[in-house]
């Protein structure tokens, strides 16, 4: 069993900054993706950024080069940097753990992230 525990969100103007944190616990794998999804009311739930345990990174085309995804193995966490933030960003945010060697996949509680003026 894996725990994951979003924090950073919060309300911010466009074109701000938040940091979101996620914090893993529980029994894990050494090979692993984890991920940063966000939903927003009526909106499916969709793919912002990955990381693989080898380093490898991805984004949505809607958050290239202004979100960074990465991961501080020392503290089991795994951290979203949110740069100019646009109303459009505005959802809640989950982490989603994935061990490659499993189909089964592991949700925070999700934090809420507004983008407005």
């Known amino acids: 069993q894996v725990q994951l525990v979003e924090s950073g969100g919060g309300l911010v103007q466009p074109g701000g900054s938040l940091r979101l944190s996620c914090a893993a616990s529980?029994?894990?794998?050494?090979?692993?993706?984890m991920g940063w999804y966000r939903q927003a009311p009526g909106n499916q739930r969709e793919l912002v950024a990955r990381?693989?345990?080898?380093?490898?990174?991805n984004y949505a085309d809607s958050v290239k080069e202004r979100f960074t995804i990465s991961t501080d193995i020392a503290k089991n966490t795994v951290y979203l940097q949110m740069n100019s933030l646009k109303p459009e960003d505005t959802a809640v945010y989950f982490c989603?753990?994935?061990?490659?060697?499993?189909?089964?996949?592991?949700w925070g509680q999700g934090t809420q992230v507004t983008v407005s003026s």
């Open positions: 989603n753990y994935k061990a490659l060697i499993s189909i089964r996949d592991y």
């Open positions: 529980g029994s894990r794998f050494s090979s692993y993706v």
């Open positions: 990381i693989t345990s080898t380093g490898t990174t």
